[in-house]
């Protein structure tokens, strides 16, 4: 099993859809949560962090669940822009970072 | 606008042949990431670095693969020999030790035939 799990999709969706995606991951230990967008080809940058009690940026809501051991990323009136991979990651104490193989949204007109 | 930057951001060479990339960290940061992104193994933490010191490298390769930090300004991956199974696009990335935020370069995409 791997530490971080994500539902690969892909996610096909129409413009102004709201689309949700989850990871688990395993290390109880783990301090701080992270989603990343990827776009084809490019390097991953830094979507938002994500705390326990919540938190929101514009169209993203990022939540986490450390009872359950699981992240959201909730995406609102869903743009074309937004079409990418959208990949959590979780650290450890320690610092060291574990990606999930991302989860992959395509925002159609 | 601060950036990771890092070279070459294209190599092809052949196998055997020794592969040194280059990452240059956001002026400031003193955690230094390195990552293998691959279709079949996504992205890979290799090696990273907290204040120029070495803190887990267990991802890498050792027989092959050495990862330094001569100073604050640059990070080294060295891959020697290269085989084909090295290819893939290799990540740099930085951040401050206090908020585990990280920033990547555009990556070095690595072809061995």
């Known amino acids: 099993r791997k530490e971080v799990e994500q539902d690969p999709g892909p996610f096909n969706v129409p413009e102004g859809a709201t689309v949700a995606f989850n990871c688990t991951y395993s290390?109880?230990?783990?301090?701080?949560f992270f989603w990343y967008r990827q776009d084809c080809r490019k390097e991953p940058k830094l979507l938002m962090s994500?705390?326990?009690s919540g938190n929101e940026d514009g169209r993203f809501t990022a939540q986490l669940n450390r009872a359950s051991q699981y992240i959201s990323l909730l995406i609102r009136d869903s743009k074309l822009s937004d079409s990418a991979t959208y990949l959590c990651?979780?650290?450890?104490?320690?610092?060291?970072?574990?990606f999930g193989d991302g989860t992959t949204l395509t925002v159609k007109p | 606008d601060a950036r990771v930057t890092q070279t070459p951001r294209h190599k092809v060479t052949e196998m055997g042949q020794e592969v040194t990339m280059r990452c240059q960290p956001i002026?400031?940061?003193?955690?230094v990431f390195w990552y293998r992104q691959t279709m079949m193994q996504g992205l890979e933490l290799l090696a990273y670095?907290?204040?120029?010191?070495?803190?887990?490298d267990s991802g890498m390769p050792k027989d092959r693969f050495s990862a330094e930090m001569p100073d604050a300004t640059l990070a080294t991956l060295k891959i020697q020999p290269s085989e084909p199974r090295d290819s893939a696009v290799y990540f740099c990335?930085?951040?401050?030790?206090?908020?585990?935020?990280?920033?990547f370069g555009p990556g070095t995409r690595l072809t061995v035939t």
């Open positions: 002026l400031g940061h003193n955690t």
């Open positions: 290390n109880s230990a783990s301090q701080s």
């Open positions: 990335a930085s951040g401050s030790s206090g908020s585990y935020e990280q920033y």
């Open positions: 670095f907290r204040n120029r010191a070495p803190l887990d």
């Open positions: 990651v979780v650290n450890t104490n320690a610092g060291k970072s574990t």
């Open positions: 994500v705390y326990s």
